[in-house]
């Protein structure tokens, strides 16, 4: 199965603090490693051999983008502009952001993978895994019963169905700051066992799933940069830093080198 890829790269109306700190008008163009944040995820989408077509949703007045990809309007927010591409493009539709520009074929691999049987998944990485990276920055985790998890930016809407999960979504978003009308439609069974520290991933995807109506999984990906985007400047330096070091090719140890050996 080949999946459309959709990149959401809309602003969210202030000034984004990280495209003030890179010089740029909107932070999907912010400059890392030489190039705009969002030509890395590209490159990572368009090397992986699960996806065909690749649209971006963004501001009609962002810079150019790529002419192999689709542009669309953002909407008002992510799940509005969400709900409008899956409208356009249907399913399978692969989400993820242009401020992940850390993303790789692998890993993408792994998520989709993980998707497998469901309708609507949605990526998370294991708290030590992504410690690993060494990130300093501050981090918001989901602290399940069976280990704490940071969001990975990836989403895929497998099938038809996953419509349901948009429109949870949408309502969430509405809802963002009324956290009980939040509880009500996810079900206030599933917050009061998340509040005790009973909740894991496994039936918090089957809550979702009942409250968007489909099928849905919690989907592992074990990579220590699956969990890093551009949320703050004080990020840029760190993705930076990531990106250089998979250019940087491994040293080799010299013959000199204690425990190597030298050949006959």
């Avoid at 920055?137 to 895929?156: E, Y």
């Avoid at 968007?212 to 699956?226: F, T």
Wanted: with cysteine.
């Amino acid at each position: 199965m080949r999946w459309t890829a959709l990149v959401l790269a809309g602003s969210r109306g202030a000034a984004d603090p990280v495209a003030t700190a890179a010089g740029v008008a909107h932070k999907a163009f912010a400059p890392l490693a030489g190039r705009a944040m969002i030509a890395h995820v590209l490159d990572a989408l368009g090397e992986a051999s699960e996806v065909g077509d690749i649209a971006v949703s963004i501001e009609p007045e962002a810079d150019p983008l790529p002419g192999n990809v689709l542009r669309l309007d953002a909407a008002s927010g992510p799940a509005a502009s969400v709900a409008a591409a899956v409208d356009r493009l249907g399913t399978p539709l692969l989400i993820t952001t242009a401020d992940h520009p850390l993303l790789t074929p692998a890993m993408i691999s792994a998520f989709l993978a993980g998707a497998r049987g469901v309708d609507v998944a949605a990526g998370v990485c294991p708290r030590p895994t992504v410690e690993a990276a060494g990130n300093p920055a501050k981090r918001t985790w989901l602290r399940l019963a069976d280990g704490a998890v940071s969001g990975t930016n990836l989403f895929a809407l497998a099938t038809p169905a996953a419509r349901g999960a948009v429109t949870l979504w949408q309502g969430l978003e509405a809802d963002r700051k009324r956290p009980w009308r939040m509880a009500r439609r996810i079900g206030p069974g599933m917050l009061a066992r998340y509040l005790a520290g009973r909740l894991d991933r496994a039936a918090a995807a089957r809550a979702i799933g009942a409250a968007a109506g489909c099928r849905a999984a919690l989907v592992e990906v074990d990579h220590p940069d699956a969990a890093h985007d551009v949320d703050r400047p004080g990020d840029l330096a760190f993705v930076s830093a990531r990106l250089a070091a998979r250019r940087t090719p491994p040293v080799s140890p010299s013959p000199d080198t204690p425990g190597v050996r030298r050949r006959p």
